[in-house]
């Protein structure tokens, strides 16, 4: 059996470059983690409102619910038994007078649930102009 030696001529030559393929793939990524966070690097814009005294304003309403902390509900002074006497009440209202105003008086320590609901409700009848009353700051009574 002979031996064939690999012709000098024919060898494979050593590849001098380097491959820089894996390096583009990183430097995309890289790019791209860049790209998505500068935005959320941003700092917000600041403005400097104007300052103003505004007096409270009272708005005639047809209705005022009233929410206790403890989540039980009245309408206009009056306690409701469930949320179903809330919505045909509301249904009613919204019938007899499609503009009504709904405010809604809720407990500072109430949660949200109950009001919830009545906005729901309110929005469920077609009513669509509500307010939360609210107290102006201040010291507590």
Known sequence: MALHLPDPAHA???????????????MLVLLIIFLITVPVMRPPTRVDLPRQQASPRPAAADVVITI??????????????????????????AGHK????????ADRAA????????????REAGISRLGFLTRPRGPAP
Not at 12 to 26: E, F, K, N, R
Not at 68 to 93: C, E, F, H, I, S
Not at 112 to 119: D, F, N, S
């Open 98 to 105: 499609p503009r009504a105003r709904v405010q809604i008086s």
């Open 111 to 122: 949660s949200y649930a109950p009001v919830g609901q009545v906005v729901e409700a309110c």
């Open 68 to 93: 206790t902390r403890d989540g039980r509900m009245a309408w206009n002074g009056t306690p409701l038994a469930d949320g179903a006497q809330l919505r045909l009440r509301l249904r009613a209202l």
């Open 12 to 26: 494979p030559q050593a590849l001098s470059g380097i491959d820089t393929t894996p390096l583009v793939d990183v």
